[in-house]
């Protein structure tokens, strides 16, 4: 039997979702729901399923085995409440949501109902980051530099405003923050400055931090620095995280997180390139637990992608007083 999935939100990453479990097989789509009519279409042309603009209405027609939320940061809330009510276990995008107030609300009905609830943190399924995991666990890292330098903002309907996307530190580098909580633990408190927005004149409707730079001290003593930024036309370094414990020296480099780790002594180095169909990954261990009705393989669960929202809420936080704030 096939499991019946509906997504809420068409767009990018939701397009990226429906073609990876399309690859993996056994599933059907049954709903499609979003608020751009035209990009409906074009998704129901593509993948099937029968389109809503909303989410309640799809979930009580259509009762799928699992809903995939791909909304901006901003349009988090009436979905997941939506699936809580009909008990649809879902998978949710990161970041889980803008705000604290929301991801709360959310998360009590998670554990009041008992569905499981996923994050779309993907990069914990890759085989480099279980591998220094796993060396970390014996030989904790104490210096942590981290980040996501791209170009000059461009145009999107939603991603370069803070008050829709939440900045670049919350929308988009939260996957090194998520990663930096899933290596080295649960962080204790933040120090975070944004530049001047006048680096990024004559990008237009731009209200995001076109450069930050978070220090953030780790409950294990360890200290990270996370740096994000949209200012440059000449480009940017990417996605990148270097970790340094006494024994080791990994360096994560790329969107898909190719690793290179150094022993100490320098003589033994060890390679991992990152998966290229990360999606898949991600999306199979999903599937797999919403057949067997446990999330046994989930790597990324919704309370624990709200710890890392806290992280860029206090990082924001700190950005508009100038102070360090506590992770809570
Ligand atoms: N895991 C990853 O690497 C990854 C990659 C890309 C995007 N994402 C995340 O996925 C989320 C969506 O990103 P995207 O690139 O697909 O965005 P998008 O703009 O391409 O698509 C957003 C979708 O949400 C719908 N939508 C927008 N506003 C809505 C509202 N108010 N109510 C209901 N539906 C609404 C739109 O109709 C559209 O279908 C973001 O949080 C982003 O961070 C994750």
Known sequence: MSVKVAFIGVGGIAGQHLSSLRTIGGTEIVGLCGVDKKRLAKRQAEFGGETFTDPAAMLKATRPDTAFICLPPFAHGAAELACLRYRVPFMVEKPVAIDMKTAKKILSGVKRTGVMAAAGYMSRYRAGIQRARELLSRDPAGLICGGWVG??????????????????????????????????????????????????????????????????????????????????????????????????????????????????????????????????????????????????????????????????????????????????
């Open 151 to 328: 170009g000059f903002p461009g145009k999107h309907p939603w991603l370069f405003q803070k008050e829709k996307s939440g900045g670049q530190l919350l929308e988009q580098t939260t996957h090194i923050v998520d990663l930096l909580r899933y290596l080295c633990g649960e962080a204790e408190s933040v120090s975070c400055y944004a530049a001047d927005r006048s680096f990024v004149r004559g990008a237009r409707g731009f209200t995001a931090d076109c450069a930050s730079a978070a220090a953030i001290k780790m409950k294990s003593g360890a200290v990270a620095n996370i740096t994000s930024a949209w200012l440059s036309k000449a480009g940017g370094t990417g996605v990148y995280l270097t970790l340094f414990s006494r024994d080791h020296m990994i360096e994560f480099s790329g969107w898909n997180n190719d690793v290179r780790i150094t022993h100490a002594g320098g003589q033994h180095v060890e390679q991992i390139k990152g998966e290229t169909n990360i999606f898949e990954i991600e999306d199979a261990a999903w599937i797999k637990a919403v057949k067997n009705g446990k999330p046994t393989g989930v790597l990324s669960d919704y309370a624990d992608a709200v710890k890392s929202l806290a992280i860029s809420l206090a990082a924001n936080e700190s950005m508009a007083t100038g102070k360090p704030v506590k992770v809570r």
